[in-house]
């Protein structure tokens, strides 16, 4: 039976969570929240569903008259044991912004016609007028005293937020996850965890994760950095994981640091993130403040031991700079491997077509065929390939049934964690086998969800095509590179391929229309390839003149 069929698909839902919940993380659980799940199971079923309905919607303001579901029945009936828990508030304090949010033009303009300059005017425009007028916050009834409508203010909201956060691990999913698997939109590989996997380990994880999160949304409404800065945990020595997003977050508040020119606030946010790439800004914002010997320093202490081949080439670029500023010799940096250079000069265009998919149509014949693939292929090949070791169920790396990868993909210990099942795979590559595992794979898994395998794009003549053309050892070398940093290079591989499979060769190609150029990650991926004799080449496509 399709779980569709049931009108109370999303509140059997919602007890899946809290049984899941109750199973691995009830020494997490506080007495309120064992409570509220006690209180919530002695509830009528349609008082249950409606605050379900609640949870999952939008907000945590609603009308009534917005609160209709067939299966539920009279909403007034079904709130009431709501409301005696607390869980409801039908006399919460409404600010003008709420009262805007929640009545349409034609309501707010009946309510405040008296008040109001123009009865023509747009929403906003009535609430920067009307705002000085209401700086009071009051129950529905008294900003409409005549409205037999009604209002209710969910205030078990951030409990359930809670309980969302310790099923996905993450506050980037939500409850359309089980409609979406349950209608074949996405699909899940199945893992098999144990009732012990799970995203956190004690409760003060959850506050953690919870408050870092709260941190993140001051960010968003641009709050004064200094003030988030004084809120945020000290280094979190005992979590990885926790870690790695507080790092993130002082990357991100660097960076907005620097867009508002705050450049000892974003230095000092920098040098407190190991977050990938906040070393680099460091040097850049100290290069900004003319400090350039603080700035030569930090970066010679990374050219000994780059974090990462972005990294290494930023310094190529920043150090000559530096080394001229200072008055030292200057070394010349190392050159990239040259690629061919291919130079078309095409029609104008007439149609939408970009001009990737018009170098692919005028080099592709039926005996040398071209695809538009960009990133899809190489890690496409990988993912299949390494599909059950990217799946495996590693402690921590799945805890719920709709992972699209492991929770610890772009972790610095994600390879080393998995080193010996990714060399078994690798193995493949020196026999003949890895091409029936890739193609069996694709077969197996069609459509399941994965980090690296992007189903659109692949089909099984261009796999056969790349498996025949890509020599083994070329696929050794751009899984290894993907595994080196997946979190950057798994973007920036050449645009498309063009394959001789009766000479078993092939070519890639990065196009650039007019006026376009090379960016950092695609001189990267070319390099690479260019010094590991891997054909590659840079097409430069100019419009034709016409009279």
Same mark, same amino acid.
């Given at each position: 039976?399709?779980?569709?069929?049931?009108?109370?698909?999303?509140?059997?839902?919602?007890? #899946?969570?809290?049984?899941?919940?109750?199973?691995?993380?009830?020494?997490?659980?506080?007495?309120?929240?064992?409570?509220?799940?006690?209180? =919530?199971?002695?509830?009528?079923?349609?008082?249950?569903?409606?605050?379900?309905?609640?949870?999952?919607?939008?907000?945590?303001?609603?009308?009534?008259?917005?609160?209709?579901?067939? !299966?539920?029945?009279?909403?007034?009936?079904?709130?009431?044991?709501?409301?005696?828990?607390?869980? /409801?508030?039908?006399?919460?304090?409404? %600010?003008?912004?709420?009262? =805007?949010?929640?009545?349409?033009?034609?309501?707010?303009?009946?309510?405040?016609?008296?008040?109001?300059?123009?009865?023509?005017?747009?929403?906003?425009?009535?609430?920067?007028?009307?705002?000085?007028?209401?700086?009071?916050?009051?129950?529905?009834?008294?900003?409409?005293?005549?409205?037999?409508?009604?209002?209710?203010?969910?205030?078990?909201?951030?409990?359930?937020?809670?309980?969302?956060?310790?099923?996905? *691990?993450?506050?980037?999913?939500?409850?359309?996850? =089980?409609?979406?698997?349950?209608?074949?939109?996405?699909?899940?590989?199945?893992?098999?965890?144990?009732?012990?996997?799970?995203?956190?380990?004690?409760?003060?994880?959850?506050?953690?994760?919870?408050?870092?999160?709260?941190?993140?949304?001051?960010?968003?409404?641009?709050?004064?950095?200094?003030?988030?800065?004084?809120?945020?945990?000290?280094?979190?020595?005992?979590?990885?994981?926790? !870690?790695?997003?507080?790092?993130?977050?002082?990357?991100?508040? *660097?960076?907005?640091?620097?867009? #508002?020119?705050?450049?000892?606030?974003?230095?000092?946010?920098?040098?407190?993130?190991?977050?990938?790439?906040?070393?680099?800004?460091?040097?850049?914002?100290?290069?900004?403040?003319?400090?350039?010997?603080?700035?030569?320093?930090?970066?010679? #202490?990374?050219?000994?031991?780059?974090?990462?081949?972005?990294?290494?080439?930023?310094?190529?670029?920043?150090?000559?700079?530096?080394?001229?500023?200072?008055?030292?010799? /200057?070394?010349?940096? $190392?050159?990239?491997?040259?690629?061919?250079?291919?130079?078309?000069?095409?029609?104008?265009?007439?149609?939408?077509?970009? @001009?990737?998919?018009? @170098?692919?149509?005028?080099?592709? %014949?039926?005996?040398?065929? @071209?695809?538009?693939?960009?990133?899809?292929?190489?890690?496409?090949?990988?993912?299949?390939?390494?599909?059950?070791?990217?799946?495996?169920?590693? $402690?921590?790396?799945?805890?719920?049934? =709709?992972?699209?990868?492991?929770?610890?993909?772009?972790?610095?210990?994600?390879?080393?964690?998995?080193?010996?099942?990714?060399?078994?795979?690798?193995?493949?590559? !020196?026999?003949?086998?890895?091409?029936?595992?890739?193609?069996?794979?694709?077969?197996?898994?069609?459509?399941?969800?994965?980090?690296?395998?992007?189903?659109?794009?692949?089909?099984?003549?261009?796999? !056969?095509?790349?498996?025949?053309?890509?020599?083994?050892?070329?696929?050794?070398?751009?899984?290894?590179?993907?595994?080196?940093?997946?979190?950057?290079?798994?973007?920036?591989?050449?645009?498309?391929?063009?394959?001789?499979?009766?000479?078993?060769?092939?070519?890639?190609?990065? /196009?650039?229309?007019?006026?376009?150029?090379?960016?950092?990650?695609?001189?990267?991926?070319?390099?690479?390839?260019?010094?590991?004799?891997?054909?590659?080449?840079?097409?430069?496509?100019?419009?034709?003149?016409?009279?």
């Amino acid at each position: 039976m399709n779980p569709l069929d049931d009108p109370f698909y999303y509140l059997n839902n919602f007890r #899946t969570v809290l049984d899941w919940i109750e199973a691995r993380y009830c020494d997490l659980l506080s007495a309120g929240e064992r409570a509220f799940n006690d209180a =919530f199971r002695q509830l009528p079923q349609r008082s249950q569903a409606l605050l379900v309905r609640m949870v999952m919607r939008k907000g945590c303001l609603f009308r009534a008259s917005r609160l209709s579901y067939v !299966e539920i029945g009279p909403t007034l009936e079904a709130v009431e044991p709501l409301i005696a828990l607390g869980w /409801v508030n039908p006399e919460a304090p409404l %600010t003008l912004d709420d009262l =805007f949010g929640l009545l349409t033009r034609t309501e707010l303009a009946a309510l405040f016609r008296d008040r109001l300059s123009s009865s023509q005017g747009r929403k906003a425009d009535w609430l920067t007028e009307l705002s000085p007028q209401f700086d009071e916050a009051k129950p529905f009834a008294s900003w409409a005293p005549d409205s037999d409508e009604r209002l209710f203010a969910l205030t078990c909201m951030p409990l359930c937020d809670r309980l969302r956060l310790m099923f996905f *691990g993450n506050l980037h999913q939500d409850w359309s996850e =089980f409609v979406l698997a349950d209608l074949g939109v996405f699909r899940y590989e199945t893992v098999a965890f144990s009732d012990a996997s799970r995203a956190f380990r004690c409760r003060k994880d959850v506050d953690t994760y919870l408050h870092l999160h709260a941190c993140r949304e001051r960010l968003d409404a641009e709050e004064a950095l200094d003030d988030i800065f004084a809120d945020l945990p000290a280094i979190i020595a005992d979590n990885p994981w926790l !870690e790695a997003r507080r790092a993130k977050l002082l990357f991100r508040m *660097g960076q907005q640091g620097e867009r #508002t020119g705050e450049w000892e606030t974003a230095q000092r946010l920098y040098e407190q993130s190991h977050y990938p790439g906040a070393r680099g800004r460091c040097i850049r914002v100290l290069e900004r403040q003319e400090r350039y010997q603080d700035a030569f320093e930090l970066a010679a #202490t990374a050219v000994l031991a780059p974090e990462s081949d972005a990294e290494r080439q930023q310094l190529e670029r920043v150090m000559p700079r530096l080394r001229r500023k200072l008055g030292l010799p /200057v070394q010349r940096p $190392p050159r990239e491997m040259p690629a061919e250079r291919i130079d078309l000069i095409l029609p104008p265009p007439t149609t939408p077509l970009s @001009v990737e998919n018009r @170098v692919q149509a005028h080099l592709s %014949t039926d005996d040398v065929p @071209v695809h538009y693939v960009e990133n899809t292929l190489i890690n496409g090949l990988f993912g299949l390939l390494c599909w059950d070791v990217i799946f495996a169920a590693l $402690p921590g790396a799945f805890f719920h049934p =709709f992972h699209t990868g492991p929770a610890d993909l772009l972790q610095p210990d994600f390879h080393a964690r998995r080193a010996g099942l990714f060399e078994d795979c690798f193995a493949l590559l !020196e026999t003949d086998a890895y091409q029936q595992r890739i193609l069996d794979t694709f077969h197996a898994k069609q459509g399941i969800q994965s980090p690296f395998v992007f189903w659109g794009a692949l089909n099984e003549t261009l796999l !056969e095509q790349a498996l025949t053309c890509f020599p083994a050892d070329h696929l050794n070398a751009w899984f290894r590179r993907l595994l080196a940093d997946i979190r950057t290079n798994r973007a920036g591989l050449p645009d498309l391929i063009q394959f001789w499979p009766d000479q078993a060769r092939y070519r890639m190609i990065e /196009v650039k229309g007019p006026g376009d150029r090379l960016q950092d990650n695609q001189r990267r991926w070319i390099d690479f390839c260019a010094r590991h004799d891997m054909p590659v080449a840079v097409c430069y496509v100019r419009w034709q003149e016409t009279a």
